[in-house]
């Protein structure tokens, strides 16, 4: 840990590899969350993940170090495979999981039948965002917390995690941004055939292609040209949700504009509400982003628990393009 003091609130942090959950840890996460190396997760890229014996090692690492782990297997099965994700489900019990973040009601079911002890958290990919819908979960399945869409305002938070109680809430405060609901990209499956709900996989970098073209670089997806970069311009990863397209003439981001959530400003007023976790997205991100980030948001909260003054510039030059937003949570649109 890195010697601070301990804050009442959790720093939920991406790990994305075992050396990224080492690099969480040491950079003073609360909780880490991670995934197997397969398609039970919803970040199932090349070169991320874990399997069973570094799941096993990472996770005696961070109870080493008084760090919870957090298994994700946030996708949804699949009729013909679904015992890839109940073997899942046991093989996270049995590295020790601290909390499996599910997102599949049959899935969810399972895993409390076979492992009543187990906690089990909801993923965000199951979109629960009414009180009744976390009800559901709560009194049928015991589930301790559930992870709240981005759709939501900080008052519908508010409210949301009264009523939900005892059940804790735990939303996003810092990474990527999604247009569509919650991984239901049907942009993504349309144009590669791959589900990210299902198979864990947003415009995969199988489906991804860069080409040099008029002294542009002109980068795809699924053969649809979703962005052209000037010379020098920064390349980011191409999502079609964040493509600048031509409508009427006019070239424009027409789904997303590609900025970063960044709610650090908010976390008072989250903290006051009595949201229990805060969550940093970026499994795929690199351990100085991730140390950087990390460090940032703890010292945060630790200011919050103890009456200091929190820094809310330190964090927007590692957004996407230096550009942030606070999304939903503040809903200026209405």
């Not at 020790?96 to 958290?121: E, M, S, T, W």
């Amino acid at each position: 840990m890195n010697g601070t003091r301990p804050s009442p609130l959790e720093l939920v942090c991406p790990a994305g590899t075992p050396a990224g959950l080492r690099t969480a840890v040491d950079a003073g996460a609360h909780s880490v969350y991670c995934g197997f190396r397969d398609e039970t997760n919803a970040r199932n890229f090349p070169g991320l993940n874990f399997d069973r014996a570094e799941m096993r090692e990472g996770v005696a690492y961070a109870h080493d170090r008084r760090v919870k782990v957090l298994i994700a297997l946030n996708t949804f099965m699949r009729a013909s495979t679904t015992d890839l994700w109940k073997k899942g489900v046991d093989d996270a019990v049995a590295a020790g999981a601290d909390a499996l973040i599910l997102a599949d009601a049959a899935l969810v079911a399972y895993a409390r039948r076979n492992h009543p002890k187990q906690r089990l958290h909801l993923s965000v990919q199951a979109a629960a965002a009414t009180p009744e819908a976390i009800a559901f979960y709560r009194d049928h399945f015991g589930v301790a917390r559930v992870v709240l869409p981005r759709v939501l305002t900080v008052e519908e938070i508010a409210r949301l995690t009264a009523q939900a109680a005892p059940c804790e809430t735990e939303v996003f405060v810092f990474g990527g941004l999604c247009v569509m609901a919650e991984g239901r990209c049907m942009l993504s499956s349309y144009a590669t055939g791959k589900s990210p709900n299902m198979t864990g996989v947003c415009s995969p970098p199988s489906h991804v292609d860069y080409r040099e073209e008029n002294e542009e670089l002109v980068a795809s997806v699924g053969g649809f040209t979703v962005e052209r970069f000037a010379r020098g311009e920064p390349a980011g990863y191409p999502t079609l949700c964040k493509g600048s397209f031509r409508a009427r003439g006019t070239a424009s981001h027409l789904f997303e504009d590609p900025v970063s959530l960044n709610a650090v400003e908010l976390l008072p007023r989250l903290a006051e509400i009595g949201v229990t976790a805060f969550k940093i997205e970026g499994r795929q991100r690199g351990r100085a982003y991730v140390a950087t980030v990390v460090q940032a948001f703890r010292r945060a909260l630790d200011a919050i628990a103890s009456g200091a003054k929190v820094d809310f510039n330190e964090l927007r030059a590692l957004t996407e393009g230096q550009r942030d937003t606070t999304g939903a949570y503040k809903k200026a649109w209405r």
